[in-house]
C-alpha cells in the first residue's frame, strides 16, 4: 500500500505541474519549478530505460526468463544501493523473518550479516549446532553445500542456511588466521532463542545476559530480575550486572520495554527521520523492577541497534555505568512494510536512532565509562576485533566523527573475563562506598555531649 500511494502522490504532482508553472509568483519560484520538472523528467526516463531493459530481456535473453524473478532481482539491486540494512523479503523471507522474531526456527544458530558478497558471521547463538560446531564471530561463509554465495542475497544465503530439524549442511568457511578454508559439516536443529539468561554472582550480585531483542526478551528479563530477588535478600543484593556484549540487537520496542524495567521514568530513545515532523520519542513505563540496585551495563563490538539503545538510555540517565568496548553503532532505524498478500515485505531505513542526550549512535556506537580489554588468546587475535558499523560498505554517515574497530572477544570462563569481574568489583566497590556514606552522614547528625 505505501509503494503504491507514493507513486500515485508522484503522478499528481506531475500532472499539477502545468497549474503549477502558470500561477502568478516570482521568476525564481518558477525557476525552482522549472528544476523539479526536469529532475521529474530524468527520472521517468529512467523508469523507461528500465521497461525497454526488461522488454529486451524477456524477448531475446538465450533462454526464457523467469519475469518473477527479473522483478525480484531488479527490486533487490535497487534496495542494495541505498545501505547495508535496506533490504527487500519476498513471502518466503517475510514469513521467516516473522518466525526468527517471535524466537523459534529451524536451523544452525548464527547471525549473519552481508559484506562483500559473502555471509559474515556476526555471532553464533549460545547453545546451538553453530556455536557446537565452533562457529565464530568473524567468520565468513563462502559456499553452502558446495554453492557459492557469491551472488545470493542475504535472504536467499539465510534462507539456504535453515531447514528441517535433523537435516545437514555443509558449509565452507574463511577464518583469517587459517591457512585454507575451512569445511564445516553441521546438522540443523529446532532453534528456541533463549535471550535472556542468568544467575546469582557470589550470592550479593544479579547476573543477567541478554543476548538478543525478540519477542521473548522483556518476559525473559521480567523473570530473571524475580527469580534474583527470590534467592537473594533485597538487604544483601549489591546490584545487577546487565550483558549486553555480543548482542545484535533485535525488536525497538523490546529495547524499550527492557529500559523501561531498568529505570524509573524518561526518554529511552528518540528517532529522526528525513523530515523533522517525523521525529519519534519512547519514554520508560512500567517502573523499575531491580528498585534502584546499583547497575553495571557490558557492551563490546558486537553490541549493536537494540542493545545500544539500552547501553545509551541507562548511560544518559546515569543509571548504570558501562564497560567494556565501543559498541558496534548502528544507530538505523528499519521500518518493516508488508507489501500485500504474496508480495513479502521492505525492511527499508527510515531513521536513526538518538540516545537521550542527543548522542547520535549511527557509524559511532556508545563508549563505556571504563575500557576493558580482554587478553585475547593467540589463535583469535587476528579475529577479536569487529570493524564496526562505519566500515560497512554504503553506510549512513555519521553526525560526527565516524569511530570503528572495537574489541569483540569475551573469555568462555567467567574467572578470565576482565571485563565481567571489572563489573563485580565496581557494584561491591559502589555499595560499600554508599554503606560508609550513610554511616557518615548519620554520625554526622548525631548529638554530641559536652
Same mark, same amino acid.
Given at each position: ?10 503522478t ?25 520538472a526536469?529532475r ?5 526516463s ?14 531475446d ?14 527490486i ?11 533490504r ?46 565452533g ?8 559456499? #553452502? $553445500?558446495?554453492?557459492?554465495?557469491? %551472488?545470493?542475497? *542475504? =535472504? /536467499? +544465503? !539465510? ?17 583469517k ?9 553441521i ?15 557470589g ?38 550486572? #546487565? $550483558?549486553?556484549?555480543?548482542?545484535? %540487537?533485535?525488536? *525497538? =520496542? /523490546? +529495547? !524499550? ?7 524509573q ?5 528518540s528517532?529522526?527521520g ?18 534502584g540496585?546499583?547497575?553495571v ?23 548504570a ?14 521500518t ?11 525492511a527499508l ?10 548522542h ?81 552522614k ?9
Amino acid at each position: 500500500m505505501r509503494k503504491n500511494v507514493g507513486f500515485f502522490l508522484g503522478t499528481v504532482a506531475g500532472a499539477c505541474l502545468t497549474l503549477l508553472v502558470t500561477s502568478p509568483q516570482g521568476g525564481a519560484h518558477l525557476l525552482g519549478i522549472a528544476k523539479a520538472a526536469a529532475r521529474s523528467d530524468n527520472t521517468y526516463s529512467q523508469l523507461n530505460l528500465f521497461g525497454e531493459v526488461f522488454e529486451r530481456i524477456r524477448t531475446d535473453y538465450v533462454e526464457k526468463p523467469d519475469d518473477g524473478k527479473l522483478v525480484e532481482g531488479a527490486i533487490n539491486g535497487m534496495i542494495s544501493s541505498l545501505d547495508p540494512h535496506s533490504r527487500y523479503m519476498n513471502e518466503k523471507g517475510w514469513a521467516e523473518m516473522q518466525e526468527t522474531t517471535h524466537g523459534e526456527f529451524g536451523g544452525l544458530g548464527i547471525e549473519v550479516t552481508m559484506e562483500d558478497g559473502f555471509v559474515k558471521v556476526v555471532a553464533p547463538i549460545d547453545d546451538t549446532p553453530a556455536s557446537r560446531a565452533g562457529i565464530m564471530s568473524g567468520d565468513v561463509i563462502t559456499a #553452502i $553445500d558446495d554453492e557459492t554465495i557469491q %551472488g545470493m542475497t *542475504l =535472504d /536467499q +544465503a !539465510v534462507n539456504k542456511m535453515k531447514g528441517a530439524p535433523n537435516s545437514s549442511i555443509r558449509l565452507k568457511i574463511i577464518r583469517k588466521d587459517a591457512d585454507k578454508p575451512i569445511e564445516v559439516a553441521i546438522t540443523r536443529e529446532v532453534i528456541r532463542v533463549r535471550p535472556v539468561k542468568y544467575h546469582t554472582e557470589g550470592g550479593d550480585i544479579g547476573y543477567i545476559r541478554i543476548t538478543s531483542f525478540n519477542e521473548q526478551t522483556a518476559d525473559g528479563l521480567r523473570k530473571a530480575i524475580t527469580d534474583i530477588q527470590k534467592e537473594i535478600p533485597q538487604d544483601k543484593l549489591d546490584g545487577y550486572v #546487565i $550483558d549486553l556484549r555480543n548482542n545484535p %540487537g533485535g525488536l *525497538l =520496542d /523490546q +529495547a !524499550v520495554s527492557v529500559s523501561s524495567m531498568l529505570m524509573q521514568r524518561g526518554e529511552v530513545v528518540s528517532t529522526r527521520g528525513r523530515n523533522p515532523g517525523e521525529t519519534q520519542r519512547f519514554t520508560a513505563h512500567g517502573g523499575d523492577l531491580t528498585k534502584g540496585k546499583p547497575l553495571v551495563v557490558l557492551i563490546n563490538g558486537g553490541s549493536a541497534s537494540a542493545s545500544e539503545i539500552v547501553a545509551g538510555a541507562l548511560h544518559d540517565h546515569k543509571r548504570a555505568t558501562l564497560i567494556g568496548t565501543r559498541s558496534f553503532g548502528k544507530g538505523s532505524v528499519q521500518t518493516i512494510i508488508p507489501l500485500g498478500a504474496g508480495n513479502g515485505a521492505l525492511a527499508l531505513t527510515t531513521a536513526r536512532y538518538f540516545t537521550p542526550s542527543g548522542h547520535s549512535i549511527q557509524a559511532q556506537g556508545i563508549t563505556p565509562d571504563i575500557e576493558v580489554l580482554q587478553d585475547v588468546p593467540d589463535e583469535f587475535k587476528t579475529r577479536s576485533e569487529i570493524k564496526g558499523e562505519a566500515s560497512m560498505r554504503g553506510h549512513l554517515a555519521a553526525e560526527g566523527t565516524e569511530q570503528s574497530g572495537s574489541q569483540s572477544y569475551v573469555p568462555p570462563d567467567e574467572k578470565n573475563d576482565k571485563a565481567l569481574n571489572a563489573a563485580l568489583k565496581q557494584l561491591r566497590v559502589t555499595v560499600n562506598a554508599d554503606a560508609k556514606n550513610a554511616e557518615t552522614k548519620t554520625a554526622q547528625k548525631r548529638a554530641v555531649p559536652n
